[in-house]
């Protein structure tokens, strides 16, 4: 019998359900088999009311329970069919919405550049006082949030495991709050909460080129309320006086790390009894003077995910101790010295080494140092709090005594979505490159969809985003942390439709104008959601968003289609760009502009046509038509040789659909095929081309050039950074080069996922896993084996069950199997005859004819230039 796996609301799989904000939140079950009878949902209300309500599917269904209040809620069940076995319960509860009552204080409303210290607040109350007994409380509930951010503790123990709470988001406009379930940490008579409190996003140093201060305002402060319910039914609104002190975080940056010197610590300052006489009353700031709407959050937290224990540890000239950790992160280190009272330690972090040193120039402002004074009492552990650093290589200078194992881990600290996509292959350097790419996406989504975890930028860049959004919803359930951050795009778009380069914008003098593919961030991330999962709400939420994109790039071309001019990135990073000028690409930037306004405007009738807009789907089909002919005027020669002559060019016509007829195609392939093997098969793409380019190769024949592309060892790559060692990928082609230099250039990082977005390419096209339906309602089995591969397998936990693909080579047969969740259907597309088998939800194993692995041809077994299978080029069809 079938059982649940899953539940969540939303689109908040992995996340918590308390203190949500919907009233009537949709529902979406998850079991390990069918269910031909259906679900049953259950809801036992906090009034102890039961309802029940029979679904035939239990995908986004509609709540079918009464609407929940504020602050209330009840334990959520299901069951598949009415006889199967009861779901774990979830918790499920209204937020406190718009019944804040108090006010928001602060121990510090500005600070200058070098005092950027950390503090901390207590408020001691007594619930007996309040005529409470503790055995009476049935709920206890903290809506906390901050300018700032911050950690709180009740009665001296951390209510919460969440980090740098309650995130950054556009805070003129949004701010988040939480919401954490206190019931078990009151006591009775006496209690106190208190809370950490330090600059991050809100007023902290933020941004490249020198970087600004107070970006949102001067101060920090926390914003508490505490709720209890008790027995009766009553709700108690807990009045809170806060008093604040110094703490022993001395200073504390996103960028440059924490100092801390454990001696300051007042102990049991956030317990019952503590003499505070010394401390200060806090300032209170009225609320309604800050015009942010106060949210509950879209996304799990950011939180330690996993340690990591050093896999070398060597000594070093000066006494400094050097560890790697064996893999690029993001996060902190964890310590636990045993030194005399006041010995200084000092943490360093590195992504790579260069010349037998810490390679930090790439930082740039970031400068990524810890320091912690030792409090001398045993036993003595130390964690940053309030800064978080890109690292896999640090250095611990002043360490007393030997490094035993345990003394030091390595913190991964990221948002915590859960794990959706898996892939796997015969090639170890292949797997290795996808585990780079995870890796790059765990550690850049630290509440945000960043470029890079460890230099002095970490920014929201939608052009990075907008490329990787397909691979980032195939690993992750990424939907809830794009929610939130798609919400911050529509607010900081400007009332003329622009869309900043990146999101929170930071006024740090990048040039704020339109500029495609970054801007169409606002058209792609949202459509490649609900191409993910099936849920028109994004799409809904987001349509004036991307509405206005698509009508200022409109108004931009003068109606005529044609983006011709105006700051443009184009196909940024092209490995043929000097190091000092990564912006100059062999591809007009103006062609790419036209491009992808011809996708966006295409794809927002798409968007249209989903949510019954019959006359703006149609508007924009006009729009679309007019881009895409303006491409072809401008870029395209009647034979379909295209402008620039480049492979991304020739990408963008061809997976963008921009070509006039089969010919030009035809003949824009050939041409794509002859530039790649010209070129030895190594990359010669930037941002724009690279994620689209092995898929232009599959649409012009070329499946033996994708393969040979996707396998190079040689420098530009992708497999060049494995040989290299890399854990994580890298913003440039050649952001170390051979000889293990770091790059020249002042723009170089090693945690950078835009160029991993080929990974959505291995799961769709090496495994052959591909979602032929919006929510995976269908899906083809359609592996294309090449590069010498002898199996392959992708997975993906859709929002029907798990749909995996896994294909083995033997001689010159293929074997497949192929996964279908229940409430899919399935279509198995064997290679070699494009012969189509239909499936239903089941596991099925299919045998059939296909090239054997010796019949591909890989780059480790060619070296010549030629094309592996010919095809005519341009001038021998011109001449026949």
């Known amino acids: 019998m079938s059982t649940i796996t899953e539940i969540w609301l939303e689109n908040r799989r992995g996340g918590s359900a308390l203190g949500i904000d919907e009233s009537?939140?949709?529902?979406?079950?998850?079991?390990?088999?069918?269910?031909?009878?259906?679900?049953?949902?259950?809801?036992?209300?906090?009034?102890?009311?039961?309802?029940?309500?029979?679904?035939?599917?239990?995908?986004?269904?509609?709540?079918?329970?009464?609407?929940?209040?504020?602050?209330?809620?009840?334990?959520?069940?299901?069951?598949?069919?009415?006889?199967?076995?009861?779901?774990?319960?979830?918790?499920?509860?209204?937020?406190?919405?718009?019944?804040?009552?108090?006010?928001?204080?602060?121990?510090?409303?500005?600070?200058?550049?070098?005092?950027?210290?950390?503090?901390?607040?207590?408020?001691?109350?007594?619930?007996?006082?309040?005529?409470?007994?503790?055995?009476?409380?049935?709920?206890?509930?903290?809506?906390v949030s901050a300018h700032g951010v911050y950690e709180l503790e009740l009665n001296g123990d951390r209510v919460s495991d969440e980090r740098l709470a309650p995130g950054w988001t556009s805070y003129r406009h949004r701010l988040r709050h939480q919401t954490f379930d206190v019931s078990g940490l009151l006591r009775g008579g006496a209690n106190v909460l208190g809370a950490w409190l330090a600059d991050g996003w809100y007023r902290g140093h933020l941004g490249f080129d020198g970087g600004l201060w107070d970006i949102y305002g001067t101060d920090v402060a926390l914003l508490l309320q505490l709720d209890v319910v008790t027995r009766d039914g009553r709700r108690h609104e807990i009045p809170l006086t806060w008093r604040h002190h110094a703490s022993p975080i001395l200073a504390a940056g996103l960028y440059e790390g924490e100092s801390y010197d454990a001696r300051l610590l007042p102990r049991g300052w956030s317990e019952p009894g503590f003499d505070d006489i010394a401390w200060m009353d806090a300032a209170v700031l009225d609320r309604s003077r800050f015009a942010a709407a106060i949210e509950p959050p879209t996304a799990p937290p950011v939180r330690e995910t996993e340690r990591l224990r050093p896999v070398d540890v060597s000594r070093r000239e000066g006494g400094r101790i050097r560890l790697d950790f064996g893999q690029n992160i993001s996060g902190v280190l964890a310590i636990r010295p045993r030194a005399p009272r006041g010995t200084v330690i000092r943490l360093h972090h590195a992504?790579?080494?260069?010349?037998?040193?810490?390679?930090?120039?790439?930082?740039?402002?970031?400068?990524?140092?810890?320091?912690?004074?030792?409090?001398?009492?045993?036993?003595?552990?130390?964690?940053?709090?309030?800064?978080?650093?890109?690292?896999?290589?640090?250095?611990?200078?002043?360490?007393?005594?030997?490094?035993?194992?345990?003394d030091v881990e390595a913190l991964v600290i990221h948002t915590d979505m859960q794990r959706t996509g898996r892939f796997a292959s015969s090639s170890p350097e292949l797997d290795r490159l996808h585990e780079n790419v995870v890796w790059s996406m765990r550690d850049n989504f630290v509440d945000v969809p960043t470029d890079c975890p460890q230099r002095d930028e970490r920014m929201g860049w939608t052009g990075d985003i907008q490329v990787f959004a397909p691979t980032a919803l195939r690993l992750y359930a990424a939907h809830g942390v794009l929610t939130g951050w798609l919400r911050d795009v529509a607010a900081e778009q400007h009332d003329d439709g622009h869309v900043p380069q990146f999101v929170p914008w930071v006024e740090c003098g990048f040039p704020n104008h339109p500029t495609a593919a970054w801007g169409d961030a606002a058209v792609i991330v949202p459509w490649e959601m609900y191409r993910n999962d099936g849920d028109a709400t994004i799409l809904r939420e987001q349509y004036d968003s991307m509405r206005a994109w698509v009508d200022l790039v409109d108004r931009l071309t003068g109606r005529t289609g044609h983006w011709s001019a105006g700051f443009q990135l184009g196909d940024w990073l092209d490995p043929a760009a000097p190091p000092e000028r990564p912006g100059d690409s062999r591809t007009d930037r103006y062609l790419v502009a036209t491009a992808y306004h011809a996708r966006t405007a295409r794809i927002m009738a798409q968007v249209a046509a989903v949510l019954g807009r019959e006359a703006d789907a149609a508007h924009y089909e006009e729009v679309a038509a007019r881009a895409a002919a303006a491409f072809r005027d401008e870029y395209v020669a009647p034979s379909g040789r295209v402008v620039s002559d480049t492979p991304t060019s020739i990408a963008l016509a061809l997976t963008f659909d921009l070509l006039a007829s089969d010919e030009q195609r035809r003949c824009a392939g050939d041409r794509l095929l002859e530039l790649v093997a010209q070129d030895g098969f190594h990359i010669s793409t930037g941002f724009v081309g690279t994620p689209i380019i092995c898929d232009a190769l599959m649409?012009?024949?070329?499946?033996?050039?994708?393969?040979?592309?996707?396998?190079?060892?040689?420098?530009?790559?992708?497999?060049?950074?494995?040989?290299?060692?890399?854990?994580?990928?890298?913003?440039?082609?050649?952001?170390?080069?051979?000889?293990?230099?770091?790059?020249?250039?002042?723009?170089?990082?090693?945690?950078?996922?835009?160029?991993?977005?080929?990974?959505?390419?291995?799961?769709?096209?090496?495994?052959?896993?591909?979602?032929?339906?919006?929510?995976?309602?269908?899906?083809?089995?359609?592996?294309?084996?090449?590069?010498?591969?002898?199996?392959?397998?992708?997975?993906?936990?859709?929002?029907?069950?798990?749909?995996?693909?896994?294909?083995?080579?033997d001689g010159s047969t293929i074997t497949i199997r192929a996964t279908v969740p229940a409430g899919s259907s399935g279509t198995v597309v064997l290679p070699a005859t494009g012969e189509e088998v239909a499936v239903g939800p089941g596991v099925h194993e299919i045998v059939a004819p296909c090239w054997s692995a010796a019949d591909d041809i890989t780059s480790s077994e060619r070296t010549d230039p030629a094309p592996p299978l010919h095809r005519p080029t341009m001038a021998e069809r011109k001449a026949s």
Not at 65 to 72: K, N, T
Not at 364 to 393: K, L, M, N, Q, W
């Open 24 to 143: 009537a939140p949709r529902v979406t079950v998850i079991a390990d088999g069918p269910a031909p009878d259906g679900f049953v949902l259950e809801l036992l209300h906090d009034d102890d009311s039961v309802e029940r309500a029979e679904v035939d599917e239990a995908r986004l269904v509609a709540w079918p329970f009464r609407a929940l209040e504020p602050r209330a809620g009840g334990r959520l069940r299901a069951r598949v069919g009415a006889n199967g076995p009861w779901s774990s319960p979830l918790r499920v509860e209204r937020g406190i919405a718009d019944g804040w009552r108090v006010d928001f204080v602060s121990p510090s409303l500005s600070a200058s550049p070098e005092t950027r210290a950390a503090h901390l607040l207590r408020a001691e109350f007594d619930i007996a006082a309040r005529g409470i007994a503790v055995a009476d409380i049935v709920r206890a509930r903290a809506y």
């Open 351 to 406: 992504e790579v080494i260069e010349d037998g040193e810490l390679g930090t120039r790439p930082l740039r402002g970031a400068t990524s140092v810890d320091s912690y004074v030792c409090s001398g009492e045993a036993p003595e552990e130390y964690t940053p709090r309030f800064t978080i650093h890109g690292f896999r290589y640090a250095e611990i200078e002043g360490w007393v005594g030997e490094l035993r194992t345990g």
């Open 699 to 809: 649409a012009a024949g070329g499946r033996d050039h994708a393969y040979r592309l996707l396998m190079q060892r040689e420098l530009p790559s992708w497999l060049y950074s494995v040989s290299m060692g890399a854990t994580t990928i890298w913003e440039r082609w050649d952001s170390m080069l051979p000889d293990g230099s770091i790059n020249p250039g002042d723009m170089t990082s090693f945690n950078h996922y835009a160029l991993g977005a080929v990974a959505d390419f291995m799961h769709r096209v090496v495994a052959g896993l591909v979602p032929d339906a919006p929510g995976w309602r269908h899906i083809r089995f359609a592996p294309q084996p090449g590069g010498g591969l002898q199996h392959a397998s992708a997975s993906y936990d859709s929002v029907h069950g798990p749909a995996a693909i896994a294909w083995r080579r």
